[in-house]
């Protein structure tokens, strides 16, 4: 496909979106506002095993991950449990509902949560016990449960019990196997699933490639991009804006590594732009670039663009048209994209180079970007700002905020 028809799919996909909002809208009897869109983006740090979890010895009630979706927040505390709060429309929440939720509730009472990955109007999640379960959203068959149907509470993906980790979009979603194995399923019309031009559409996990060396992946709107044990970088899917760092506007229907390097640790994948952090510390981004999301440079950039030259970023969370990335020295930073105060720096004047979220040094791994950001800090406690159009700060409110703000997890 050329770029001019993805251009007409992604319109297409944007006013489908504001329908669906619109209708949550008034479902729980607010006006629509605002519409942002999830990128599904994992975050990218020093490696897979360490993303999203602090590395301060926290209470059991202190949230170790954190995943922001599209209007929701889901976050996994040090004890196992679950909790969701946002826009419930698609059942994303997990609750068994369809209820917008505007305070933190638990999902279920399992106390074996270990990863969590929120979509734009999907979840998913990994247990202790390798097991792999979604729910919310099912148009395209990104739960992976071999249907189509909206589950408004937590499906098992398959069988297996091998599951590492894994990362959901808007309309598919990619996991990895503690085999090293890499597995993706849900819609495949931008090539996003990495297995070819066909299927279309995938309702259960197809195995990309053959490979048993994947340490990480990250799914954006329409590409996908994994890091192997070996340090390289390879994407696939849309490079509509450059998003696959190819130096291509076009697709790739397979894994394609990026340039040659061997240091890469980790990768995040935005709406259409992408980020990654290396093992020296340096972080670079490429893509779509029209909100400066990619952090230097001007217009999309089709290849790793270095974002300035410090040498200490740990972990960057790519979203939307926004980006950000918290240092070795416990500083966060954030830039792109600012409409709904989603850098955290006080105003909404968008950036196009990293801004640091206020003096704080005492951010952890725990960090998830949307047109929302949370983040968690290394006594436990979780922080959120940007867009509240339903809730998804947790406070209980539908008010927005520019600067981080405390929220309040039931004892």
Known sequence: MNEHQEGRLR???????????????????????????????ATAGVSSADRGT?????????????????????VIRTDGTLWCWGNNFNGQLGDGTT????????????????????????????????TLWCWGANNNGQLGDGTTATRNSPVQVGTATTWASVSTSNNHTCAVRTTGTLWCWGLNGHTQLGVGTTPLMSTTPLQVGTATTWASVTTGYAHTCAV???GTLWCWGSSSDGQLGLGILSFKSTPTQVGTATTWSGVTAGYVHTCAVRTDGTLWCWGENGY???????????????????????RVDASIDSSCAARTNGSLWCWGRNTYGQLGDGTTTHRSAPTQVGTATTWTGGLSASYHTCAARTDGSLWCWGDNFLGQLGDGTTTGRTTPAQVTLPA
């Open 11 to 41: 319109t297409r996909w944007r006013r489908a979106a504001r329908t669906v909002v619109a209708a949550a809208a008034a479902a729980v009897g607010v006006t629509v506002l605002a519409v942002g869109f999830t990128a599904g983006a």
């Open 54 to 74: 602090s590395s301060a010895s926290v209470a059991a009630t202190s949230v170790s991950q954190v995943a922001t979706g599209d209007l929701h927040t889901c």
């Open 99 to 130: 209820t917008t939720r505007m305070s933190p509730v638990q999902i279920g009472t399992a106390t074996t949560w270990a990863r969590v990955d929120a979509g734009r109007t999907n979840t998913c999640a990994v247990r202790t016990d390798g």
């Open 228 to 230: 192997r044990t070996d």
């Open 292 to 314: 400066g999301q990619v952090g230097g440079g001007s217009g999309f950039q089709t290849t790793p663009l270095q974002v300035g030259t410090a040498t200490t970023w740990a």
